[in-house]
Nanobody, 115 residues
């Protein structure tokens, strides 16, 4: 069973930064695609950013230029660097990982941006 352990959420003021981390229980190289999704209260879960094994990235329009997704294979960890945060970024952020057989979710980490 694959486990994804997230960390790095918290409370930050508007304009601030946070970095989220996601560490899978198995090798990060076993996943062809990983990403960060977020779900705000009363809204559907949406993709914030994703990255393929080869390093191709994709971002939601709302986070382009502010968020950066990356993966460190040596540390077996994926990151989401979030800059210039706004109250609209407040949500639970979920790590997602996909291999040939299935997709997996982390437990979520809360990000709250105060105005």
């Amino acid at each position: 069973q694959v486990r994804l352990v997230e960390s790095g959420g918290g409370l930050v003021q508007a304009g601030g930064s946070l970095r989220l981390s996601c560490a899978p229980s198995g090798s990060i190289l076993s996943f062809n695609r990983m990403g960060w999704y977020r779900q705000a209260p009363g809204k559907q879960r949406e993709l914030a950013a994703s990255i393929t094994r080869g390093g191709t990235t994709n971002y939601a329009n709302s986070v382009k230029g502010r968020f950066t997704i990356s993966r460190d294979n040596a540390k077996n960890t994926m990151y989401l660097q979030m800059n210039i945060l706004t109250p609209e970024d407040t949500a639970v952020y979920y790590c997602n990982a996909q291999n040939l057989y299935s997709g997996y979710w982390g437990q979520g980490t809360q990000v709250t941006v105060s105005s």
